[in-house]
């Protein structure tokens, strides 16, 4: 099987490890990876700020990029939302019929990372080791928009020497909300600050979520608070493997 | 008494000083999870909760498809019990009625039902004005009345009150409303209770004209329909001759058998009862029995202009139950009055700005931005509005309002040099490159894991920064990795 990975603007220019990792995990499961050099975001920041007109151009590249495979992996809930849920109304906006078929052609083909291993690859044991004290955070997009259930958290229990334990209240939001991280900081600041001192009450040594951008705010929290608590991608966690440096991608 | 919203700063001001009141956020904190817990258990009993949520979401729209035949029939139907409909184009239009209606009688006072209606069209003021006191029955909205306060959720106007503050309202404000409080006032519910009892009971004695709001319309029977849980609103609907009631025009249901649907999902969502304790239902006028003079005053005020909307008429279907608030949390750390309006939390975020239009009023154009869409609320919400994709098209409503401008914001300017910037692999490969030479320097220090963080950036990045280290950019994007090995990489054996 071919699948086409969706890096994410944020993957592709900041956390390049995610997007890695999901390319080691998706060979070492025996599938064929693409990466389409023309992808760039996919203009979820636009749209969810209210600039439908300046994500057209986005949308149309992210359609034009991912034409023609298989299926598409994005290691973001969000961003697999934002193609599944939000392009449509880009394209309504662009008022482009092929923009329209287009949209609607990318949609179904396209799987949030859980998504695409546990229903398309039919796996939950992807081989992975990581002795460590985990806790897992489901995103709000993963968690309501895609509805990926309890896809994330069978898959690091299959992970072998995982330490995974609950995070209280772990349905709430934990602040982000894109620009909402600045235009409202303050909020989103208390919002996080109570997610972080969840994740500290759990003891774990990392947090792990399926979307970079939640784990770079909680993560710059408790960075900042010295909370010795390290964030990494469901993607980073399942691609490491007992050949690996404990922990270190 | 008169505060109103009117003047207050947008959200994202307003929002700094809720989350330093530190009394509120424990107040809120401990209010909305006893009420969300108490919903998810009773709403868990009812095994066709979604289907039922379907349906009402069904009726309401199929409803707001033919409202206006809705409300013609519901106002013959009024008509032929003897009561008076009036109609109100805006809360300017529905308080004069209401006013002209109790000065017509002579009077100088009138009790109140809670009402979200008259709150939202500032009744109390506008009644003050004219030398006619309103005084609110319910106890939250008595609380707040006498604080001389704002009211901060839907259900619980007084929900940023804890009851040791609500001794000190009642025991300082009391006496100059009528019966005092008795001095030796506990902050014990029982007791709080008891002395908000004695001081309405001499209200509801005295009063000769009520005001209400209604939650249903029911236009077949012409019979109004007020839930409620503290016999206080029956009070005032039975003991008074003359009863006006403010009604939004989306408060129609075609029928009884569609009333039933709501009376069993509106308890379950808004106080997490399976059954609330009050439900008066009243149809025009019973000659010796309740209120012989019988006012219902249909009110517009932005209510067509949502209906306009092609998505955004769905918020039309909100039945006041406050699921959402309770679940949201935005809501839960700031409080209702950040928000600016009657009508805070998710459901306010949304209906404000369809009921009153964006682009002129800053606060107004702010709200919509009150969410991290999250989506809680529109789990909870029993008529099933997308309230997350209502909060995105009322932002793009926004951001169209606004293209227009002589001067552009600087976010506007920011989401084009975005869009352009992204818009192009090659532009956003040499944008990368460039961080990437950042990237080389030793910069900021080592996060959890070993990461090179920055804790300090200049404004706007300080909005990030002041509270949130931010990874140092890597050396290599993706892109650039791919290019080089990532063809190869994971091949290894």
Redesign the interface.
Known sequence: MRVAVM?T?L???????V??AT??LL??LGVE?E?P?????C?Q???????????V??VR?TVEAFAGVDAVVVPSGSCAGSVRH?HR?VAQRAGDGALQEAVADLAPRTYELSELLVDVLGVTDVGASFPHRVTYHPT??S???LGVGDRPWRLLSAVAGIDLVALPQA???C??????????????????ADKARHVRETGAEVLVAGDASCL??V??????QR??????HLAEVLATTADDAA?VV | MGRTFVGMPPFPVAAQAALADTTLRRNLAHATATIRAKRAGVVAEVEDWEDLRVQAAAVKDATLDHLGEHLLTLEASLTARGVRVHWARDAAEACRLVGDIALGHGLEEVVKVKSMTTAEIGLNEALAERGVAAWETDLAELIVQLGEDLPSHILVPAIHRGRAEIREIFRARMAAAGRPAPADLSDEPAELAAAARLHLREKFLRARMAVSGANFAVAESGTLVVVESEGNGRMCLTLPEVLVSVVGIEKVVPTWEDLDLFLRLLPRSSTGERMNPYTSTWSGVTPGDGPQEVHVVLLDNGRTRALAEREGRQVLRCIRCSACLNVCPVYERVGGHAYGSVYPGPIGAILNPLLHGVGSDPATDALPYASTLCGACAQVCPVGIDIPGLLVRERVAVVDAHRRDPRPKAEALAMRAGAWGLGDARRMGLAERASGLVGRLPLGRRMPGGRRGLSWLPFPGSRWTGARDLPAPPRESFRQWWSRTGRDEGHRP
Do not use: I, W
């Not at chain 1, 909370?227 to 990494?232: E, H, I, K, L, W």
């Open positions: 890096a603007c993957g592709d220019a900041l956390f390049p490890e997007p890695r390319v080691r060979r070492r990876v990466v050099p023309e992808q760039t975001c203009g920041p636009m749209v969810n700020t209210g600039y439908l007109e300046e994500a151009p986005l590249r939000q109304l709000c997009h968690l309501r928009m349905g709430e939001c602040g982000f909300g894109g620009t909402f991280a600045v235009k409202n900081a303050e909020v989103s600041v208390a919002m996080g770079m705010h993560g710059g929290l408790l960075s900042r909370a010795g608590v390290r964030t990494m922990g």
